[in-house]
Antibody, heavy 120, light 108 residues
């Protein structure tokens, strides 16, 4: 069945870096766009970034632009989120989600999320 | 960037109909998608492209989009529908995604 599984979360100090991974199975990963979405404790969903199927088009939300980088390895069916210069306000559960269609305008399959806590 | 406005909470009795709105100027020009999220779980897509349902989503879930308001309608509400609901749109170029603030649906 179609599945997404995030990993790499943990506790990290402000200013440090962390890399999250999202491993896909059950579908042709290279044919789909992929999103990162986060949810701070007790808050709503916040879009973080999207990487289109073509590996060339990658876009970011305003709050992470310049600090976070998304990459994907289609040979490993894996999406990455490289988070630098982490801030306390980056504390959240991070979900990856599949984005069907050429522009990945929606999210039809979600992982269970991985928790990131930024604290000194 | 723009904002999608949802009511923080909606309450409905079992068997009744719940309507959750998502407001933005001229939202009808965009495709609106809706997600259901239960506590401790990942979101689930329940309506996409304004009014289409993914496979496995009950027909009780429907959507509409007109003018400045998109609406998720849940008919014959059951206790299991209690959850947070989020609307979402994307820019026409696909380079920016926005979620509404979410609506907590309470089944009385």
């Amino acid at each position: 069945q179609v599945q997404l599984m995030e990993s790499g979360g943990g506790v990290v100090q402000p200013g440090r870096s962390l890399r999250l991974s999202c491993t896909a199975s059950g579908f042709s990963f290279r044919s789909f766009g992929m999103h990162w979405v986060r949810q701070a404790p007790g808050k709503g969903l916040e879009w973080v970034a999207v990487a289109w199927y073509n590996e060339r088009n990658i876009y970011y939300g305003d709050s992470v632009q310049g600090r976070f980088t998304v990459s994907r390895d289609n040979s490993k069916s894996t999406l990455y989120l490289h988070m630098n210069s982490l801030r306390v306000e980056d504390t959240a559960v991070y979900f990856c989600a599949r984005g069907p269609g050429q522009l990945a305008r929606l999210m039809d399959v979600w992982g269970q999320g991985t928790s990131v806590t930024v604290s000194s | 960037s723009y904002v999608l406005t949802q009511p923080p909470s909606v309450s409905v009795a079992p068997g009744q109909t719940a309507s959750i709105t998502c407001e933005k100027n001229n939202i009808e020009s965009k495709s609106v998608h809706w997600y259901q999220q239960k506590p401790g779980q990942a979101p689930v897509l329940v309506v996409y492209d304004d009014s289409d349902r993914p496979s496995g989503i009950p027909e009780r879930f429907s959507g509409s989009n007109s003018g400045n308001t998109a609406t998720l309608t849940i008919s014959r509400v059951v206790a299991g529908d209690e959850a947070d609901y989020y609307c979402q749109v994307s820019d026409s170029t696909g380079d920016h995604v926005v979620f509404g603030g979410g609506t907590k649906l309470t089944v009385l």
